[in-house]
C-alpha cells in the first residue's frame, strides 16, 4: 500500500502553509508553553522514525514529529506525530494562536486493530468546526458528527443503517485527497522535500 504499506493505522494532520511556517511556529507555541527538553532537527522524512505500524496509544510516551511540504502541493504540509490523539488540543490552539486551517485524520488501515477508529477534524481559528467519525469500543461501534459538512464530503453515507459502514478508510483517504493530500502516492511519504522534526527528550 504505496508508501504507508505495513501500517495497520495512521494519523496526520494537514497544513494550508509551508512546512517552515508551521515548523517556526510550533516551535514558538513550546517555547511560550515553557516546554524543556526539545530537540530540533531538519532532514529527509522518513515515517517509519516516527511511528510504526501505528500511532502510540496513552499519554506516557515522549512525543515525537515531524512536517514537511508536499512535493505535488506546495501550498500544502503534513504533520505526523507518535502519538494517536494527533496533538488535537495543540493544534487546535496552535491555529488559534497562529491562524489559518488545520484537518486532522486518523484511519484504520487494519480491521483487527486493537481499537479501530476512523476520525476527520478540521480547526480553524483555535475552533472545531468539523467532526466526523466512527469508532469502535469494544463490539461496539458509533459514529459522531459535529459541524457544517463540507463540499467534498459524502453525506449520504452517514445516513446508511448499520452504523459500521458510515465511515471507512477509503472515504476518508477520498477526503484526504481532495483537501490536497494523497494518501496512496508514494510522494507523499517518500518525500525527497526537507523535513523539519522535534522530539522530546524527556519530561519536564
Not at 24 to 52: C, M, P, R
Not at 172 to 182: A, M, Q
Request: charged share 25%; proline share 3%.
Amino acid at each position: 500500500m504505496s508508501g504507508i504499506s505495513g501500517y495497520s493505522a495512521i494519523s496526520f494532520s494537514i497544513f494550508n502553509t509551508h512546512a517552515s511556517v508551521v515548523f517556526n511556529n510550533i516551535k514558538d507555541y513550546l517555547s511560550f508553553s515553557k516546554e524543556k527538553n526539545w530537540i530540533y532537527s531538519k532532514g529527509k522524512i522518513n515515517i517509519h522514525d516516527i511511528y510504526f505500524p501505528e500511532p502510540l496509544m496513552g499519554g506516557n510516551h515522549l512525543p515525537k514529529f515531524s512536517i514537511w511540504d508536499l512535493a505535488y502541493n506546495k501550498d500544502t504540509s503534513v504533520f505526523m506525530i507518535n502519538l494517536a490523539d494527533n496533538w488535537y488540543r495543540r493544534l487546535k490552539r496552535y491555529t488559534g494562536l497562529f491562524g489559518g486551517r488545520c484537518f486532522q485524520f486518523y484511519i484504520s488501515i487494519d480491521p483487527k486493530v486493537n481499537f479501530p477508529a476512523f476520525i476527520m477534524n478540521c480547526f480553524e481559528d483555535g475552533e472545531n468546526i468539523r467532526t466526523v467519525q466512527l469508532i469502535c469500543e469494544g463490539d461496539k461501534w458509533s459514529f459522531f458528527q459535529d459541524g457544517k459538512a463540507f463540499p467534498f464530503e459524502n453525506k449520504n453515507i452517514y445516513k446508511k443503517r448499520k452504523i459500521r459502514d458510515r465511515l471507512t478508510a477509503e472515504l476518508l483517504i477520498e477526503y484526504s485527497s481532495k483537501i490536497g493530500c494523497k494518501v496512496m502516492s508514494d510522494q507523499t511519504w517518500l518525500n525527497e522535500s526537507e523535513a523539519y522534526g522535534g522530539i522530546k527528550t524527556s519530561w519536564d
